[in-house]
């Protein structure tokens, strides 16, 4: 009876080492997958977050104060949908002709993300270019795609004093912010989502 009771004892001491180690192995992929996924979205977030800098900085080169350097943010269910900006760029000597590029970034539906029991609408940022030829505009021409995975994107537009404003002639700052939600999501994820946000000066006339 006793050899009995031993050997039920040692199987239930086996099973439950044996649920230990199982429920670590499941987390221990569990947290594989999270790195992975945080990784990913911060990969995105740098990208895009390059090319948005990379394009403030040179919005309104070589203009003059009478030109307008962008046209106002579209503003649909609490995001910016559409963004549209100009530069010159200067050609070479003797002539320094200027060619004017307009640039945009159109928002776009992609997917949906459902978090701790919380649907999201997920987005992905557009840009495209023209260059004006005479009196008119060649075709649009996509040069590059963000994310599909944005649950947030904003651009806002402030004066000296960091206060909202809602012309371009008042705009001294542009502030942008956006979110990306990691892929693979988990449900323990510590990480939903990822944001971001810079505010920069645009450059004087």
């Not at 309104?60 to 760029?89: C, K, W």
């Not at 956006?178 to 990822?194: A, H, T, V």
């Amino acid at each position: 009876m006793w050899f009995i009771f031993d050997n039920l004892r040692a199987v239930m001491i086996a099973g439950a080492v044996m649920l230990m180690l199982l429920t670590a192995m499941t987390r221990q992929r569990e947290l594989g997958v999270e790195q992975l996924s945080v990784y990913s979205a911060k990969s995105h977030s740098l990208d895009l977050a390059e090319w948005l800098e990379d394009d403030i900085a040179t919005l309104g080169s070589n203009f003059d104060s009478t030109t307008v350097r962008f046209l106002l943010p579209t503003l649909e269910g609490g995001n910016t949908t559409e963004f549209t900006f100009h530069r010159d760029t200067v050609g070479a000597a003797p002539d320094f002709d200027k060619v004017r590029i307009e640039t945009r970034y159109s928002l776009i539906d992609t997917d949906i993300a459902v978090l701790q029991d919380t649907s999201y609408q997920m987005h992905q940022v557009i840009r495209k270019f023209r260059i004006q030829q005479g009196a008119g505009w060649s075709a649009w021409t996509e040069d590059g795609r963000s994310s599909p995975r944005l649950s947030y994107f904003m651009i806002s537009l402030l004066d000296d004093l960091g206060q909202l404003v809602t012309t371009e002639s008042e705009t001294v700052f542009l502030k942008m912010d956006f979110s990306i939600i990691p892929p693979f999501p988990q449900g323990r994820q510590y990480l939903n989502q990822l944001s971001w946000g810079t505010t920069i000066r645009l450059r004087p006339y």
